[in-house]
């Protein structure tokens, strides 16, 4: 079998708990893989060593779109066309219309997300979606590592089509990271890529006030890019002597600080972007056997189920409450801490790929989905 995957996901290390990144490595054991990206992505060598990499010969999306209009008759070379789901799914309606390829879409976020939440973004969006619904409905299987009744209900697609799963991490990389050792602090960390307003970060300063106004003696980590319309309001914080913000950090260091700190907090605000989402950090705090609060949305209580204090109503307050009853309960901390380390058990990126494989080769085999 050839698969030729379309993506413009860089493939650094630290991003081995993407999907992207999961399906490249763990397919290319399966089947004879291929990417085509554009001529400035980054490839890892674990992921070079393993798969045979077409680049466009210009920069960014622009070039591989050029390169993939030049050069679309070499769509018939491959048996299945995977693509993420973006404007590239066109790509895979061209190989199935003009030479009856398989075309399958990897819904690992959400199809042209909207993470400015401005009119004119929710009106470009909502344009991608109508131009786009026609070319998603034809794919032949959905990858849907997002709870689909939320903003993909929009593209009106196939249930029969759609093989559903939570994201999944390399749980071997956190094997060794069982031991003790905490910041002489009470730390507390919350941890974005991006942190955008309306993402948490302010129900977090308000219920870290809290905290502080109980005579608590606590830092606050935030761990991601913060943008610039929170930055003012973190300096405005009463108390931002406590908050330390590193930015970017690599994932090795990631792990390190949240080994460190106390409690993972995910303070989630109930919006539909939100509730519909797998985070991986849910999975990563897991893994690394802390003690989580998080919000009730959906995705995130999924995940975490009864392996952290799930608050609801979202508020600061009882966002404070909930991280006061750890902080003043060590016993009631390690439980949470035994069962999240067993919790993670269940989202082996292994057994994950292995399932999706079977259901691609199902396709090869014209069954019926």
């Known amino acids: 079998m050839k698969i030729l995957f379309i993506t413009t996901g860089p493939f650094y290390k630290n991003f081995r708990n993407f999907n ?84 399958v879409i990897d819904i690992w976020d959400i199809p042209f997300r909207d993470l400015q939440n401005s009119i004119v973004s929710k009106v470009k969006r909502r344009i991608q979606v109508l131009i786009f619904r026609p070319i998603f409905k034809l794919a032949d299987l959905y990858i849907v590592s997002i709870l689909p009744q939320f ?54 300063l308000d219920a870290f006030q809290l905290i502080l106004e109980k005579k608590i003696d606590a830092h606050l980590l935030i761990i991601g890019q913060i943008m610039p319309e929170l930055n003012s309001l973190i300096s405005k914080h009463p108390f931002q002597d406590k908050i330390h913000m590193t930015g970017f950090i690599s994932h090795k260091d990631f792990i390190n600080q949240a080994k460190m700190s106390h409690i993972c907090v995910i303070p989630y605000p109930r919006v539909d972007d939100l509730r519909q989402i797998y985070p991986i950090k849910a999975i990563e705090f897991l893994a690394l056997g802390k003690a989580i609060v998080a ?11 009864d392996a952290g204090i799930i608050v609801d109503p979202i508020n600061p307050h009882t966002i404070a409450d909930a991280i006061i009853k750890l902080y003043l309960n060590e016993r009631l901390m390690s439980e949470f801490e035994i069962k999240a380390k067993n919790r993670a058990a269940q989202f082996n990126v292994h057994n994950k790929n292995q399932h999706i494989f079977n259901e691609i080769n199902k396709l090869l085999n014209y069954e019926k989905i």
């Open 151 to 204: 903003q993909l209900k929009e593209f009106h697609l196939s249930d029969k089509k759609i093989k559903k799963y939570q994201n999944a991490i390399y749980l071997e990389d956190y094997s060794g990271n069982n031991d003790n050792e905490k910041y002489s602090t009470f730390t507390i960390l919350i941890q974005r890529s991006q942190f955008y307003r309306g993402f948490g970060v302010e129900l977090m």
């Open 295 to 305: 919000s009730n949305v959906e995705g995130v209580q999924q995940i975490i189920g």
């Open 20 to 103: 992207y990144y999961q399906r490249t490595f763990i397919l290319s054991d399966f089947a004879e893989f291929f990417l085509m990206t554009p001529k400035n992505t980054f490839i890892s060598d674990e992921i070079s060593n393993k798969t045979v990499i077409h680049r466009s010969k210009i920069n960014g999306k622009v070039g591989l779109l050029i390169h993939l209009v030049l050069n679309i008759y070499k769509l018939n070379k491959f048996d299945i066309i995977l693509t993420e789901p973006s404007s590239f799914t066109i790509f895979g309606f061209f190989s199935k219309l003009f030479f009856g390829k398989k075309f």
